[in-house]
């Protein structure tokens, strides 16, 4: 169970996304990532298969910007 913890910290999930543990907190805060607050402290946790369920979301996300924004390259265009 070590090697695949149920929760992640804020730097966890920085780090599987190669992005801030401040960038991961406004995602936190939007309501983009979902997330637990823990004790007094206020410790914010992310469950894992939550963010494996927002990085797909994610694909998703980008799979239709594509479909609606091909991209067209300007040299093989003339």
Do not use: C
Request: glycine share 6%; hydrophobic share 35%.
């Amino acid at each position: 169970m070590a090697d695949n913890p149920r929760f992640l910290t804020l730097t966890d999930v920085a780090e599987v996304l190669n992005t801030s543990s401040a960038q991961v907190y406004a995602l936190v805060r939007r309501g983009e990532l979902p997330a637990i607050k823990l004790g007094g402290r206020g410790q914010w946790r992310i469950e894992a298969t939550k963010l494996e369920d927002y990085i797909q979301s994610l694909y998703e996300q980008t799979k239709e910007f594509v479909s609606d924004h091909p991209f067209v390259d300007s040299e093989t265009e003339g």
